[in-house]
């Protein structure tokens, strides 16, 4: 997607393991977010951030931390992979934080944990 | 707390035919509701975005509409295509700003000629 880029596309991790999934952005928007999508759910929100080193937490954020030095990335960890976390992540961007922004998604990471 | 819920969960239809998603919201106090398509392996592409001052939006063959005091909101596609075979979303804002979404699980919908 224009603008957005997420690394890797695809992965596979041991349990135990720490990963870490990047999201880059050349719009210059001040929000950013992780999602991941698993069957029958939809979309879930792991974290969010409002700025450079402004992030909290999502409704599915344990097991998770994030990283915001600049801009433009925005970092998704997971300390310590478990199997539940297989999953495939989106990263997201909106211009602003007004709830009537529309939002800009990448192409999404498939990480399984084996 | 928020819940959205999408229904049918998956659809095949004919090509040609007029075909109506549903998507229902347990809050009312919503801002907007946003459409998103996604193709098989691929991230989401948003479709409408509805505003809480709306009632419909439209895009080409695609409209929708969002009805806040019954909590609903469909997406209507005239003159289906094989091309419309994807899945959509709707997504809603959490409360406390930041513009957050609170998705549903999605219509999976095969379009066969």
């Known amino acids: 997607d224009a603008g957005i880029t997420q690394s890797p596309r695809h992965k596979v991790t041991e349990t135990g393991t720490p990963v870490t999934l990047r999201c880059h952005q050349t719009?210059?928007?001040?929000?950013m977010y992780w999602y991941r999508q698993d069957p029958g759910h939809g979309l879930r929100l792991i974290h969010y951030?409002?700025?450079?080193?402004?992030?909290d937490k999502g409704e599915v954020s344990d097991g998770y931390s994030v990283s915001r030095s600049k801009t433009e990335d925005f970092l998704l960890t997971l300390e310590s992979a478990t199997s539940s976390q297989t999953s495939v992540y989106f990263c997201?961007?909106?211009?602003?934080?007004?709830?009537?922004?529309?939002?800009?998604f990448g192409s999404g990471t498939r990480l399984t944990v084996v | 707390k928020q819940e959205v819920t999408q229904i049918p969960a998956a659809l095949s239809v004919p090509e040609g035919e007029n075909l109506v998603l549903n998507c229902s919201f347990t809050?009312?106090?919503?801002?907007?509701l946003q459409w998103f398509r996604q193709d098989p392996g691929k991230g989401l592409t948003s479709l409408l975005l509805i505003q809480s001052s709306q009632r419909e939006q439209t895009s080409g063959r695609l409209n929708a509409s969002l009805d806040k005091s019954s909590g609903r909101s469909t997406l209507y596609i005239a003159a289906s295509q094989p091309g419309d075979s994807a899945t959509y979303l709707c997504?809603?804002?959490?409360?406390?700003?930041?513009?957050?979404?609170?998705f549903g699980a999605g219509t999976r919908l095969a379009v066969h000629p």
């Open positions: 997201a961007i909106s211009e602003s934080g007004e709830d009537r922004n529309g939002y800009t």
């Open positions: 997504a809603v804002p959490f409360s406390g700003g930041y513009n957050k979404l609170i």
């Open positions: 951030s409002y700025g450079v080193k402004d992030t």
């Open positions: 719009e210059n928007h001040r929000y």
């Open positions: 809050d009312s106090a919503i801002y907007n």
